[in-house]
């Protein structure tokens, strides 16, 4: 017979027919769980009760709970598990994972670990005289060495800032690459990872900050692609899992085709897409099923409109001081290149990335009402709704960040804190200063891109003659658009009389100070400002009900002729 994982065909576990075979034999008291056929053989030739997972997930927690009847230990066996935490592949990762799963149903979970220069049982077979250097430990234990300090962090968000700063990186842009790439551990399905768009100048570092910061990450967590063609992430989904992946784009150039960006919109927006075509005379079906994210770069040019609100984007900052701090950055990494303290610590944020990533975890915001009253009395524009869903998802991985110091109620959520929203809070406002439709329309805004490379190119004051030439627009529809962006504030203006004295022209240049003032400002509000929220007075309807609805109910007795005088039972047609 077969015990099929819950809800599908997949998972059948390798070797349950031989399994009967060896229980109550005096070595089966224990079974085995390890990965694929070849280490199934290895573990049964010498007479230990064992199962194989067959293929990916890897979810043996989701095999039939009586398949682990009558044994007093389950050992489960990970690949590469000796060097460290920090270093498990995705299908240890998944091995793990469901261990925590089987020792929350009440099992004796025990990890086998492997010399780390063996790979497998497969391995360790070909060497039965390295049998004594293999360690038995608990999920704890295995844990707990690769974790270090850690767990008794006050504040890991306070860490991951001061990793940012020894890295030479913009804190603001830093913060917000540390949430994008941890929005992946949310465990709720319904919560949508952060996408991010690293915005500035060539040489600015944008790709350097990124990869700086990836390598404190797990490998297998990135999807990493130079250039691709329309339908390249679709026809990858034959052999590629993107759920909980981020998709790392080096580079945007605004100029991608409407097919590669309504397929990344799709993914971003629906977590999901699909594509049904033809090859070679046979139908052909190509789905990407599971969350994502993506994370890319682009100098300052127009991205797609409908793309632009599905990211955070983030300016890099382009002042004197921050041009210091990449020289002063890139000229340590040509000195000092990666040395053994880098690396133990690149080991020890990785191992605390792949330790959440083990978890399913939840998190509940008990401030959400009080924050959403504080933000209705400055939204409005409905493109902020799609703002509030990012706020939310800063929120809540920036308290699974703080995984160790906070607390969890009786549904086994953790508690999101105020000093989760504080610590999000300078990242949060510079995506909410920049969002499309905050200050400006959407036209407005790609007007205003496009004046500022104009700008780049003459460093001069801008006619409006000028800027029709590069946008192609009607001279007065474009006149009044500068006007606005003018009003905002994000256009210098000036006046100069014409050669007939009698009118005047207008000048215009982008507004830096107040562009960087924009960027600076605070969009939400405060931790005090959300506090006060409660203790608003809250009506509920039912206490009175409005005046219109006796006015309706006072109009259909108008219309209504009256009942048949005697007739109770006499209805009419109104």
């Not at 498990?88 to 261990?99: I, N």
């Not at 400055?378 to 703002?387: G, N, S």
């Not at 991985?397 to 000093?419: C, P, S, V």
Request: charged share 25%; aromatic share 8%.
């Amino acid at each position: 017979f077969k015990y099929w994982r819950k809800g599908d065909s997949q998972g059948h576990p390798y070797g349950l027919h031989l399994l009967e075979v060896c229980k109550g034999k005096p070595n089966c008291i224990n079974l085995n769980i390890v990965e694929g056929e070849s280490d199934t053989h290895a573990i049964y030739s010498n007479g230990r009760a064992v199962l194989g997972t067959s293929g990916t997930p890897h979810a043996f927690n989701q095999w039939d709970s009586s398949i682990f009847e009558g044994f007093e230990e389950i050992h489960v066996w990970l690949d590469w598990g000796g060097k460290g935490l920090a270093n498990l592949d995705s299908g240890a990762k998944d091995m793990l994972k469901s261990a925590k799963a089987l020792e929350l149903e009440g099992n004796v979970v025990r990890l086998v670990i492997l010399p780390e220069d063996i790979k497998d049982p497969s391995e360790l077979a070909l060497q039965p005289h390295r049998s004594d250097e293999v360690k038995l430990l608990t999920i704890e234990q295995y844990e707990s060495q690769a974790l270090g300090t850690i767990p008794e962090s006050k504040n890991m968000w306070t860490e991951y800032t001061s990793l940012i700063k020894e890295l030479n990186l913009d804190i603001t842009v830093g913060q917000a690459l540390i949430l994008a790439m941890s929005s992946r551990l949310l465990g709720n399905e319904s919560d949508k990872q952060l996408s991010l768009l690293l915005v500035g100048q060539s040489s600015s570092g944008k790709n350097y900050s990124v990869k700086e910061v990836k390598k404190y990450f797990p490998e297998d967590s990135f999807i990493h692609i130079t250039s691709m063609s329309d339908k390249a992430l679709l026809y990858m989904s034959e052999n590629t899992d993107f759920d909980n992946k981020i998709i790392y784009i080096d580079e945007t150039t605004g100029e991608e085709s409407p097919m590669l960006e309504y397929v990344i919109r799709q993914l971003l927006s629906e977590g999901g897409a699909k594509h049904d075509t033809v090859i070679l005379g046979e139908y052909k079906e190509f789905e990407i099923v599971g969350r994502l994210s993506v994370i890319s770069t682009m100098t300052p040019k127009t991205l797609n409109h409908e793309n632009a609100t599905r990211y955070i984007s983030v300016h890099m900052p382009n002042t004197k001081a921050d041009i210091d701090r990449i020289l002063r950055s890139r000229m340590l990494l040509e000195v000092e290149g990666k040395n053994m303290g880098e690396a133990l610590t690149i080991n020890k944020f990785v191992a605390y990335q792949n330790f959440l990533e083990s978890k399913s975890i939840e998190v509940t915001i008990p401030f959400i009402a009080d924050l959403t009253e504080a933000l209705i009395k400055t939204f409005t524009a409905m493109e902020q709704t799609r703002d509030f869903d990012q706020l939310i998802t800063m929120i809540k991985t920036a308290t699974i960040l703080n995984y160790f110091n906070r607390q969890k109620n009786d549904k086994g959520q953790l508690i999101a804190e105020f000093e989760d929203y504080n610590n999000i809070l300078d990242v949060a406002n510079q995506v909410f200063g920049m969002s499309v439709g905050e200050t400006v329309t959407k036209d407005m805004s790609e007007l205003f891109e496009k004046i500022q490379l104009l700008h780049q190119d003459t460093d001069d004051w801008l006619t409006i003659k000028d800027i029709v030439a590069v946008t192609g627009t009607h001279r007065t529809n474009t006149a009044l658009a500068v006007g606005k962006l003018v009003n905002h504030g994000l256009l210098e203006r000036q006046t100069k009389p014409n050669s007939d004295e009698w009118t005047r022209q207008i000048y215009v240049k982008p507004n830096t100070q107040q562009v960087n003032e924009t960027l600076n400002q605070s969009f939400l509000p405060t931790e005090e400002e959300i506090r006060s929220m409660s203790d608003r007075v809250i009506v509920s309807i039912e206490e009175e009900e409005p005046d219109w609805i006796n006015e309706v109910d006072n109009f259909e007795q108008s219309i209504l002729p009256e009942a048949p005088a005697g007739d109770e039972e006499a209805t009419t047609n109104p």
